[in-house]
């Protein structure tokens, strides 16, 4: 599987962006997909995750409502919907899928990378 990841940009202070992560290739039998970002010289952070077979999302302490992840199962397709956004939200996106059931946040757990996505908030 591969994981191709689209949507950033730049964008003002306040302003919304709608990432994608599309899978292709082999039949997407991971149990989650998610997002991290990465800022120059910072850690990868966790975002959020989808769990694929319902859907139900979870969310790193920072995001406090301002992102919204989702998923589209006929499209192999992951979302995460940024907004309000702010200029310490600087970062590269990056989607990436496990195979480990429940709620992995660590970069380690996850299997299989996009290329990233470069979102600046600029004010």
């Known amino acids: 599987v591969q994981l191709q990841a689209c949507g950033g940009g730049l964008v003002q202070v306040g302003g919304s962006l709608r990432l994608s992560c599309a899978a292709s290739?082999?039949?997407?039998?991971?149990?989650?997909m998610a997002w991290f970002r990465q800022a120059p010289g910072k850690e990868r952070e966790f975002v959020t995750a989808?769990?694929?077979?319902?859907?139900?999302?979870y969310y790193g302490d920072f995001v406090k409502g301002r992102f919204t992840g989702s998923r589209d199962t006929a499209k192999n397709t992951a979302y995460l919907q940024l907004t309000s956004l702010k200029p310490e939200d600087t970062a590269v996106y990056y989607c990436?899928?496990?195979?480990?059931?429940?709620?992995?946040?660590?970069?380690?757990?996850?299997?299989?990378w996009g290329q990233g996505t470069l979102v600046t908030v600029s004010s």
């Open positions: 989808v769990r694929w077979n319902d859907g139900h999302q």
């Open positions: 990436a899928a496990t195979r480990l059931s429940g709620w992995a946040t660590s970069a380690r757990e996850y299997h299989v």
């Open positions: 290739g082999r039949s997407f039998n991971y149990v989650a």
